[in-house]
């Protein structure tokens, strides 16, 4: 399951891919049960438990947010060992007034961004990507 390691390999390679859906960070107790295959991202914290779901799913379960996001991955298999993929793509989307929220998974970098900023942080991935070529 070895990913990738060099940074320029990793940037060349990236291929950001925008999902289509909008998603949002709830904080649930750990009392409510919510399927596995629901949540797209967990994890615990002393102030709750913290899941990334999609939109529709959190309006009809009720669940509070206050940000709304979309859902870039990285389609690079890069290693929870590499160097420098999350400092290069988030000072590039700082450098243009993006927030990022980053998720890093086995196989896959996720990145939350607002809904709004989603165009333009494909672009900055894109082009941070073709620079790396």
Not at 7 to 31: D, G, I
Not at 80 to 92: I, M, P, Q
Request: contains cysteine; negative net charge.
């Amino acid at each position: 399951m070895a990913g990738e390691i060099n940074l320029e390999k990793l940037l060349a390679s990236m291929e950001p891919m925008l999902h289509e859906r909008e998603y949002v960070f709830c904080t649930v107790p750990a009392s409510v049960a919510i399927d596995i295959n629901d949540i797209v991202c967990f994890f615990r914290e002393a102030e709750g438990n913290t899941i990334i779901v999609d939109k529709q799913f959190a309006d009809k379960r009720g669940l509070t947010y206050n940000y709304v996001s979309s859902w870039i991955t990285l389609n690079v298999h890069s290693s929870l060992e590499a160097v420098g993929l999350t400092a290069a793509f988030s000072k590039a989307l700082a450098d243009e007034g993006i927030s990022c929220n980053v998720c890093a998974a086995c196989y896959h970098d996720h990145i939350f961004v607002a809904g709004e900023d989603s165009i333009k942080a494909m672009k900055v991935l894109q082009r941070l990507s073709d620079a790396a070529l």
